[in-house]
């Protein structure tokens, strides 16, 4: 994680991985906003789902945004090697390459990226496949 709070992709990582990172920077500093980022994909802030939402189409991997609770259910069950998404029908949040994309984060760093893990209590956990 850069001292601004971006995320510095791994040169190892898979293109998908570098692009949903790229894609996480570009709206990290962006504000929460309730509904944000489900109606439209360049917004002036976004939830934890459009958040997650956005940073997946930045790789290709998701055509429209999707609200928390349908993140139980996409992808493959269980932690993936590069993404794993946590999801329940209140808040979701992943992880990418070893660093937190989480909207509550940015209210301590002012970045969607943390490197504090979190519970994943009560969350269903999730990847995209291949990752």
Not at 70 to 85: L, N, R
Not at 105 to 118: D, E, I, L, N
């Amino acid at each position: 994680l850069a001292p601004d709070g971006m995320a510095i992709a791994p040169s190892n990582a898979p293109e998908a991985v570098k692009q949903i990172i790229a894609a996480g920077n570009a709206i990290a500093h962006k504000p929460y906003r309730y509904g944000g980022g489900h109606g439209k994909w360049q917004d002036t802030g976004y939830d934890c789902s459009g958040s997650v939402s956005y940073a997946l189409h930045g790789a290709d991997l998701l055509k429209s945004p999707m609200p928390s609770g349908s993140f139980e259910k996409w992808g493959d069950a269980g932690p993936g090697q590069w993404v794993t998404i946590y999801a329940n029908g209140n808040h979701m949040y992943m992880e990418v390459a070893g660093l937190r994309f989480d909207t509550s984060g940015r209210q301590k760093t002012g970045s969607r990226w943390q490197t504090a893990k979190r519970s994943s209590k009560g969350f269903v956990v999730r990847h995209p496949p291949g990752l």
